[in-house]
């Protein structure tokens, strides 16, 4: 363990590092508060010791409970704020571009999608809604050059974009910077979502939000078409004065890696995310009959009572620490270890003493993290309505569907595109599918009920164009 002196003189290295990048000093105030404690031996752990589950009376139901706040809502709908997490490259599904510029309905990417239906609600209420895009250092030259296809997109002096900042990643065994020369950029890491509350003050957004009157904001990530704004969710928000709201969703097996909210024996909330979980109570953690609901990273913030905290806080809202373990260069684990120091935009739930949360359908989480997803919202099994929101097919034969397709062959964007290019396969009628080996599909595919398709060759296998597949399908060539 260093000695406090040995600390400060490891983090003057990180301190040149930030200042030769022109990082705001917030930015390096606040990475040394998260520094000190890393160095220090924090890791970030929450332990279910320590905690309780959330149960049905601590979460209000949006569907059968708020359905009487539409009217406030829109009342106070001139006063609110789009922010969209634009950050995402998609690194896992081999992106290089931001994720958010994937054409996914109808010829529209999702953020076309977010700005048409943003656009579309000033329209039908004749107010002034600004869409504002936090953008990371990798996202934001292609952003902004997509932005050039909406003129209208700017409300007054409000930028439509501001950058999230990033961090130095930090050697394991030394504590001090972690050094890459063949890519001096994977010496840097965004800082988790949670840095938003800090690029809202450097970017002067927030500042600009509080004097143009605006009082509220929805927070979202981009890649989430389900995250819009609702009048019935808004009312409710303006109505209690609360300072912070969540929205959660009913936990399944397929939100185990996902973070949630739970309470403090003192009964305060706060939220759990996968690395803060130690690696012994993992069990428990996944376990979805302990934890029912999960954090859908929609967010609702007053921005008042906001910018309020902040300047009592200094600006450094002091989210918990998520100490990020990885390998500098993170597709080659042969490289140095190194922790990434990172927040959760969801944390913010344990600064404000009055937080709440609100239960919403699934309707309202549509994420895309893996190709298995973006499968299923290119799919017919999700329709674009004239309004700009994605809903459920009415056609539908089953309430939910799960996709698993080989990492192998589809794991990466330009592998899935090859194996779809002729469109991809009916869905409409699926209830789940499962891929294995290299399949490759013609036009005009339906897939119906449980499916399995497994080809066991080397040799692609072709079907053919028209084909209705209603049962397991074994390949074997050899």
Same mark, same amino acid.
């Given at each position: 363990m260093c000695t406090t002196k040995e600390i400060i003189g490891k983090f003057t290295l990180f301190e040149e590092k930030?200042?030769?990048?022109?990082l705001p000093q917030l930015v390096l105030d606040t990475f040394k508060y998260y520094y000190l404690k890393l160095a220090k031996g924090e890791t970030g752990y929450i332990y279910s010791k320590d905690i309780l589950p959330l149960v049905p009376s601590d979460v209000p139901s949006a569907d059968q409970e708020l359905q009487t706040y539409d009217k406030e809502g829109a009342s106070v709908l001139g006063k609110t704020a789009v922010i969209k997490l634009n950050g995402g490259l998609g690194t896992s599904m081999g992106l290089? #571009?931001?994720? *958010?510029?994937?054409?996914?309905?109808?010829?529209?990417s999702f953020l076309d999608i977010s700005i048409k239906k943003t656009f579309f609600l000033r329209e039908k209420y004749g107010v002034e809604?600004?869409?504002?895009?936090?953008?990371?250092?990798?996202?934001?030259?292609?952003?902004?050059?997509h932005l050039k296809k909406y003129p209208g997109i700017q409300i007054h002096d409000i930028p439509v974009r501001f950058l999230q900042h990033k961090y130095p990643k930090v050697l394991q065994e030394t504590l001090e910077p972690a050094r890459y020369p063949e890519n001096p950029r994977l010496e840097w890491n965004p800082p988790g979502h949670g840095d938003i509350y800090s690029a809202l003050v450097t970017s002067g957004i927030l500042e600009r939000l509080l004097r143009r009157g605006f009082q509220y904001a929805m927070l979202s990530n981009a890649d989430n078409l389900g995250?819009?704004?609702?009048?019935?969710?808004?009312?409710?928000?303006?109505? #209690?004065?609360? *300072?912070?709201?969540?929205?959660?969703?009913?936990r399944t097996e397929m939100d185990k890696k996902g973070g949630f909210p739970v309470k403090t024996k003192s009964g305060?909330?706060?939220?759990?995310?996968?690395a803060q979980c130690p690696s012994d109570e993992i069990d428990m953690y996944i376990d979805t009959n302990t934890h029912h609901y999960f954090n859908a990273n929609n967010l609702w913030i007053n921005l008042k009572k906001l910018n309020d905290i902040l300047k009592k806080k200094g600006n450094i809202l002091g989210l918990p620490l998520i100490r990020n373990t990885k390998t500098v260069n993170p597709k080659d684990k042969t490289t140095a270890k190194v922790f990434q120091i990172e927040t959760a935009m969801g944390a913010a739930i344990a600064v404000f003493e009055d937080s709440a949360t609100v239960k919403v359908s699934r309707k309202r989480f549509v994420p895309v993290k893996k190709c298995d997803e973006l499968l299923i919202l290119l799919s017919?099994?999700? #329709?674009?309505?004239n309004e700009f929101d994605i809903i459920k097919n009415p056609e539908r034969s089953h309430e939910t569907i799960m996709a698993q397709l080989d990492e192998k062959y589809f794991g990466q964007i330009e592998d899935f595109l090859k194996r779809f290019e002729n469109g991809v396969p009916s869905l409409v009628q699926c209830e789940k599918l499962k891929i294995s080996g290299d399949v490759r599909f013609g036009r005009n595919?339906?897939?119906r009920g449980k499916v399995e398709i497994i080809n066991q060759g080397e040799t692609p296998y072709y079907i053919?164009?028209?084909?209705?597949?209603d049962k397991n399908i074994t390949i074997n060539d050899a």
């Open positions: 930030m200042r030769s990048e022109k290089d #571009k931001a994720k *958010s510029l994937i054409v996914v309905k109808d010829g529209f809604i600004p869409i504002i895009l936090m953008n990371s250092f990798n996202t934001d030259t292609d952003t902004i050059e995250a819009v704004l609702d009048t019935c969710i808004l009312g409710y928000f303006a109505k #209690k004065n609360v *300072s912070f709201m969540m929205e959660v969703a009913d305060k909330l706060i939220l759990w995310e996968t017919d099994y999700f #329709k674009l309505t595919i339906c897939i053919k164009n028209n084909t209705i597949i």
